[in-house]
C-alpha cells in the first residue's frame, strides 16, 4: 500500500514538472515570435508626429530615428496659404526632393521599420520620398504613420503603394487622438 502511495506522489510530481516545462517552452516562444528588431522613422516639422514616434517606440521597444531636411524648415516655410512658401513650391513639384542631414540611415538587423511624417496637402512630404529613396529596404516591413490637421493617411498609403512597389508595406495609421489600446491593437494586427 505504501509503495502505490509512493508510486502515486511520484508520477503527480513528475506531472506537475511536465506541466511547468510545457509552459515555460510556450512562453519562450510567444516572446522569441514579439522579438522583432523595431526602427521608428520620423519627420516632424513642429513636434507632432516625433510625440506619435515616442509613443510606437515606448510600446514596441523599438529604436528611434529623426528623419532631417539638410535645411529646417522655418515657420514662414510651413505657410500653406502662401504660394511661394518652401512647402508649397516643394509640394507642388512631386519629383522635387528636399535633401537630408544624414542620406543614409543604417537600416541593417531591423525586421520592421515605421516611417512617420504629416499630412501636407492630404499627402506625405516629400523629404519622406528622399529618404526611401536613400534608403535600402529590402528583408524589411515598412509601416506608415502620420499626423494631421484632420485628413486622413489613406491617399498617402496609396501613393506611396505605387510609388515603392518593391518595399514590402504593412497597414499604416492615421494617429491623431488615439489611445494606447488602439495603437497596441494595429501592432497586433500587423504582427508586432
Ligand atoms: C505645409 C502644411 C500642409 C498641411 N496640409 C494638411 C492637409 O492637407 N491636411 C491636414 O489634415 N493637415 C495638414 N497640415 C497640418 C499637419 O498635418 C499637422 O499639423 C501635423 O500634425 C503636423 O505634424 P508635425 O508637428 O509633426 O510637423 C499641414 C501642415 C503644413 C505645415
Given at each position: 500500500?505504501?509503495?502505490?502511495?509512493?508510486?502515486?506522489?511520484?508520477?503527480?510530481?513528475?506531472?506537475?514538472?511536465?506541466?511547468?516545462?510545457?509552459?515555460?517552452?510556450?512562453?519562450?516562444?510567444?516572446?522569441?515570435?514579439?522579438?522583432?528588431?523595431?526602427?521608428?522613422?520620423?519627420?516632424?516639422?513642429?513636434?507632432?508626429?516625433?510625440?506619435?514616434?515616442?509613443?510606437?517606440?515606448?510600446?514596441?521597444?523599438?529604436?528611434?530615428?529623426?528623419?532631417?531636411?539638410?535645411?529646417?524648415?522655418?515657420?514662414?516655410?510651413?505657410?500653406?496659404?502662401?504660394?511661394?512658401?518652401?512647402?508649397?513650391?516643394?509640394?507642388?513639384?512631386?519629383?522635387?526632393?528636399?535633401?537630408?542631414l544624414d542620406s543614409v540611415?543604417?537600416?541593417?538587423?531591423?525586421?520592421?521599420?515605421?516611417?512617420?511624417?504629416?499630412?501636407?496637402?492630404?499627402?506625405?512630404?516629400?523629404?519622406?520620398?528622399?529618404?526611401?529613396?536613400?534608403?535600402?529596404?529590402?528583408?524589411?516591413?515598412?509601416?506608415?504613420?502620420?499626423?494631421?490637421?484632420?485628413?486622413?493617411?489613406?491617399?498617402?498609403?496609396?501613393?506611396?503603394?505605387?510609388?515603392?512597389?518593391?518595399?514590402?508595406?504593412?497597414?499604416?495609421?492615421?494617429?491623431?487622438?488615439?489611445?494606447?489600446?488602439?495603437?497596441?491593437?494595429?501592432?497586433?494586427?500587423?504582427?508586432?
Open positions: 500500500m505504501r509503495r502505490l502511495f509512493y508510486l502515486a506522489a511520484a508520477l503527480a510530481i513528475a506531472a506537475v514538472a511536465l506541466h511547468s516545462c510545457s509552459n515555460k517552452h510556450t512562453e519562450r516562444n510567444n516572446s522569441e515570435e514579439n522579438s522583432a528588431k523595431v526602427l521608428i522613422c520620423y519627420f516632424s516639422a513642429t513636434g507632432t508626429t516625433e510625440k506619435a514616434a515616442q509613443r510606437i517606440a515606448s510600446l514596441t521597444g523599438g529604436d528611434i530615428h529623426s528623419i532631417e531636411p539638410q535645411v529646417a524648415y522655418t515657420d514662414s516655410d510651413l505657410d500653406w496659404r502662401d504660394s511661394l512658401s518652401r512647402s508649397y513650391v516643394e509640394m507642388h513639384n512631386r519629383s522635387f526632393r528636399p535633401a537630408l540611415t543604417d537600416m541593417s538587423g531591423y525586421d520592421v521599420v515605421f516611417i512617420g511624417y504629416p499630412n501636407w496637402w492630404n499627402t506625405h512630404p516629400t523629404i519622406i520620398n528622399t529618404f526611401i529613396e536613400a534608403n535600402d529596404f529590402q528583408g524589411t516591413t515598412v509601416v506608415p504613420f502620420m499626423t494631421s490637421g484632420g485628413s486622413n493617411i489613406i491617399n498617402s498609403e496609396n501613393e506611396l503603394h505605387e510609388e515603392y512597389p518593391a518595399i514590402r508595406w504593412a497597414k499604416g495609421m492615421l494617429m491623431n487622438s488615439v489611445s494606447d489600446n488602439d495603437i497596441k491593437d494595429w501592432l497586433n494586427e500587423i504582427g508586432i
